[in-house]
C-alpha cells in the first residue's frame, strides 16, 4: 500500500540515522519537515510555531512523528538534530512531480511554453511558498549556527512569501502580458485547504537571524530569466 511506503520511507530512514547519531556520537543531524505537519485544528493565517497538529495526509503524519522523534532524541541523549518545516519550495532546476504545491511550478513552465495554464487550485487558494534559493540558504544558515542558538529541535516555522495562483498569474502578465490562466481544481484542492495560508517564523528570525532573500516579484524574474 502506497500511504505505508510513504510512512516507511519518512520514519524509518530517519529512525536509522537518529540511532546511529546516538551510537557514534556524530556532529549534526538534519531532518526535513514540512507544513504538512499543519492540519484543520492549526490557525491558517500567520501560523504560530506552537500549534497543535492533526496532518490529513500520511505524508504529514509521518513528518509530525518525525519531528516528535527528533525532539526526543535531543532531549533524551543530546543529539544535536534541526529541523525546518518547508513551505512549498518553487525551483527552476527540477521539473514539477504532482504535487499541492507544484503548481507554483508548472506554471512557469506552461507560460513560457504555451502561454497559459490550467491550474488544479482555486483561484483564490493561498499558500506560503518559498524560492529554492532561499530554501538552501536557511538549511545551510540553521546547520551553520551556534548549537546554543538552536531552541527548536522539532522544526522550525520557515517562512518566505504567500500567494494565490490568480496573484502568480498577475505577475507572470507582467513579463508575458497574453499570459492566460484557468482553474480546474482537483483532489490537491482538499489538501491545500487543510493547509495554512502563512506562516509566522519570528523565531527562526530571532535564534539564528533568519530573512529570506526572494519575494514573488524577484523570484518571477528569476524564474522567467532561468527557463527562457
Known amino acids: 500500500m502506497e500511504s505505508i511506503k510513504t510512512w516507511n520511507i519518512n520514519l524509518n530512514g530517519l529512525l536509522a540515522i537518529l540511532e546511529l547519531a546516538r551510537e557514534k556520537e556524530m556532529d549534526k543531524i ?31 503524519m509521518s513528518k509530525s512523528t518525525g519531528e516528535l522523534w527528533c525532539n526526543y532524541y535531543f532531549q533524551r541523549y543530546g543529539v544535536d538534530v534541526r529541523s525546518l518545516r518547508y513551505p512549498g519550495i518553487i525551483g527552476w532546476q527540477s521539473l514539477p512531480a504532482g504535487g499541492t504545491t507544484d503548481y507554483a511550478v508548472e506554471i512557469y513552465h506552461e507560460a513560457l511554453k504555451n502561454g497559459k495554464y490550467e491550474c488544479f487550485l482555486a483561484e483564490n487558494t493561498r499558500l506560503p511558498m ?99
Open 30 to 60: 538534519f531532518f526535513p519537515s514540512t507544513i504538512a505537519v499543519f492540519g484543520k485544528t492549526t490557525p491558517r493565517i500567520n501560523t504560530p510555531q506552537d500549534v497543535p497538529l492533526l496532518p490529513t495526509t500520511v505524508y504529514g
Open 130 to 228: 518559498m524560492y529554492m534559493d532561499d530554501a538552501i540558504k536557511a538549511t545551510i544558515d540553521l546547520m551553520s549556527a551556534p548549537k546554543e542558538d538552536i531552541h527548536v529541535r522539532y522544526g522550525y516555522n520557515l517562512a518566505a512569501m504567500s500567494f494565490s495562483p490568480a496573484e502568480i498569474a498577475q505577475e507572470i502578465k507582467k513579463h508575458i502580458p497574453n499570459f492566460e490562466i484557468t482553474y480546474k481544481p482537483d483532489f490537491r484542492q482538499d489538501i491545500a485547504a487543510s493547509w495554512t495560508e502563512s506562516i509566522d517564523d519570528s523565531k527562526a528570525r530571532s535564534d539564528w537571524k533568519w530573512k529570506p532573500d526572494f519575494d514573488l516579484e524577484k523570484m518571477t524574474i528569476d524564474m522567467l530569466s532561468h527557463l527562457s
